[in-house]
Structure formats: C-alpha cells, structure tokens
C-alpha cells in the first residue's frame, strides 16, 4: 500500500513539475536556439556503444516542454525549459541546467542523492518522442506530455437517481 501511495505521490510531482516549469515564459513565441530553425524531424541514427557518435542534431528549441514516460512501470517526468531540466523518476527529483554543443547535455543533481540520471546526452527529439541516454547506461524514451488523452468522456452523466432525501440542517 506504502508503494501505491509513494508511485502516486511521484506522479503528482511529476505533473506539477511539468505544469510549473511549460508555464514559465513558454508563451513568448521566441526561441534561444540562435535562429537554428523549428524541431527536428530527422531521427537520430543509431546510438553506438561508447562516446556520442550517432546522436542528431538537435537543439534546445526541440526538447523544451514536458515529456514523460513508465520505465518498468515507474512514472518517469523531464521537463526542459529557459535552459533548465527538472527530473522526477525513481522518488526522487533532479535539477540543472542543459547544457549546448556538440550535443545537448543534461548535467542534474538529484535532491536523494542518486546518480543514475544525473549525466545524460540527448540523443533524438522529433517533436513527439526524446531519447535520453544516460551515463549510467540507462536509456530513456520519452512521450511529449500535454496530449489530451484519447477515450475521455465528453458529456455529463446520464440516469442520476432522483428523490434523495434532503440533508439533515447543520446545527
């Protein structure tokens, strides 16, 4: 039961996390990737084992916003904005900043103290999906947030009861 509760308490930092950082100045219309154009739609090549050879261009306008994932079940949240990422995976929160170059470099420092996501290189982002490769050989694959899940329902409920009895009056 403790396990529910903490995965949902995960979650739910993870959703604030996101909603805080996309609110903050995402409406400007402007961009910091120094005219380099919109979002890649080049995927990546493959990622070869060692070093960063493989990875795609990409630049910081593409990753920007709120992406999530389940890594085996476990919610995981980036959300990358103004040139800083916050991480919620594993119960714990990372932060810093992206770092440009060659390569987008994520370089976060975990409040917990964990290390497996702090030293991570973006691999592809294509405007939907954003592969992280981390230096701990974690990887991961992450969906754009922000979708309006599909299978909602539209109207108001139907077939209600009626004649209920009135509350007693508060005294």
């Given at each position: 039961m403790?396990k ?24 400007s219309?402007?961009?910091d ?25 990409v ?81 991961d694959t ?16 139907t ?13």
């Amino acid at each position: 039961m403790q396990k529910l509760v903490r995965n949902g308490a995960v979650a739910v930092a993870a959703l604030a996390s996101a909603v805080a950082l996309t609110a903050c100045g995402s409406g400007s219309g402007k961009s910091d990737d120094g005219g380099k154009g919109g979002a890649s739609t080049a995927p990546s090549a493959a990622a070869s084992s060692g070093g960063h050879e493989g990875h795609a261009d990409v630049a910081l306008a593409d990753v920007e916003g709120a992406w999530i994932s389940a890594d085996g079940g476990k919610p995981v949240s980036l959300t990358i904005g103004q040139g800083q990422a916050a991480l919620v995976a594993d119960g714990g929160v990372c932060q810093g900043p992206v770092k440009e170059g060659e390569h987008l470099e994520l370089a976060l420092v975990c409040k917990d103290g964990g290390t497996d996501r702090t030293s991570g290189t973006i691999e592809s982002a294509d405007g939907k999906q954003l592969v992280v490769a981390w230096a701990s050989g974690k990887k991961d694959t992450l969906t754009k947030a922000g979708a309006v899940p599909t299978g909602l329902p539209t109207g108001l409920p139907t077939g209600l009861p009626t004649g209920l009895p009135s509350l007693p009056p508060q005294p």
